[in-house]
């Protein structure tokens, strides 16, 4: 299912063109109901780059481009039509509809993503008992000091054969979501699963998209 009209035209009504564009261009100069810089698609010394307020377009004279609000970050930001659309929509505080079976499957990236968090958090927690004495050991000789690993959220995964998968169940996560988060494999000979990180230090990296 498509992205309605109606959508698009309400998303695009509360888009001011202007205020996106000089998030990424410096519009110095104007002319009636357009402002001008030098856009960013092309070189150029002499501002050529205009957007239209009133029209809600942009166009350079000098490379052609040109188009509106979702043109434009899908041009900038080099995005596919939809997540050009997602961009837009979280500013503008509007919701996408859903694709037909997006749903399911966006919930169960949200659950990944907060198995994941869960993950990170009890890797630095572990940091802290007697499981994670060798790793602030390493950490002290490197001259990481306490306060980089709490600010990054430095981890270690103890030297256990279950003890994330142990942890993460009682939280109410399950195996095959443990497998597909990448954390947990099951072994070959008798199907029994066991922690895919063990005895090493965890550095969480996280996705600001995935937090907006």
């Not at 990236?109 to 008992?129: Q, W």
């Not at 709490?150 to 993460?168: C, E, K, N, Y």
């Amino acid at each position: 299912m498509p992205i309605p009209d109606s959508f698009l035209d309400e998303l695009v009504s509360r888009t001011d063109i202007t205020e996106l564009v000089g998030g990424y261009v410096r519009l110095t100069k104007k002319s009636g109901s357009s402002m001008f810089g030098l856009c960013p698609f092309h070189s150029e010394k002499t501002p050529s780059f205009s957007v239209n307020s009133e029209k809600q377009i942009y166009h350079c004279f000098g490379c052609g481009k040109g188009g509106g609000a979702i043109g434009f970050v899908r041009e900038i930001e080099n995005l596919p039509f939809r997540d050009a659309v997602e961009v837009l929509a979280r500013k503008a505080g509007m919701t996408v509809p859903e694709e037909d079976g997006q749903v399911e499957a966006a919930n169960r990236r949200k659950r990944i993503y907060e198995l994941n968090r869960e993950t990170a958090r009890y890797f630095h927690s572990v940091l802290a008992t007697p499981l994670g004495e060798t790793a602030r050991n390493y950490l002290v000789s490197r001259g990481i000091s306490k306060e980089s690993v709490t600010r990054f959220g430095i981890g270690v995964a103890p030297d256990t054969w279950s003890g994330l998968l142990d942890a993460m169940t009682k939280k109410g996560y399950s195996l095959p979501e443990l497998i597909e988060a990448g954390l947990c494999r099951r072994g070959k000979k008798d199907g029994g699963a066991y922690d895919f990180f063990r005895n090493r230090l965890m550095f969480p990296v996280i996705d600001v998209q995935a937090m907006l």
